[in-house]
Nanobody, 117 residues
């Protein structure tokens, strides 16, 4: 059974930082592209960042310049470092994975990030 499990969310003040983690199991992580998405209340799910199996990174416009995605294939993990957080970054953040040679999409259960003073 394939699982992607996020952690690291929480309550942070504006301007603060958080580092989200996503740990995968049941999948060959080395050939899996990993994305982070987020969904705020009443809004559609939004792309945040992607890291490919070749370590190529892309970022969505909403958090570009304030987030860094990375991966550690030895740990079957991907990370999202978020800095200078804003109130509008409050959302549930989801990890998504898909093998580069196709196959189903895999989603984590999400981790809540709340930015509030």
């Amino acid at each position: 059974q394939v699982q992607f499990v996020e952690s690291g969310g929480g309550l942070v003040q504006p301007g603060g930082s958080l580092r989200l983690s996503c740990v995968a199991s049941g999948i060959n992580f080395r050939i899996t592209n990993v994305d982070w998405f987020r969904q705020a209340p009443g809004k559609e799910r939004e792309f945040v960042a992607r890291i490919t199996l070749m370590d190529y990174k892309t970022y969505g416009d909403s958090m570009k310049g304030r987030v860094t995605i990375s991966r550690d294939d030895e740990k079957n993990a991907a990370y999202l470092q978020m800095d200078n957080l804003k109130l509008e970054d409050t959302a549930v953040y989801y990890c998504h994975g898909r093998r580069m040679d196709g196959g189903p999409d895999h989603w984590g259960q999400g981790t809540q990030v709340t930015v509030s003073s």
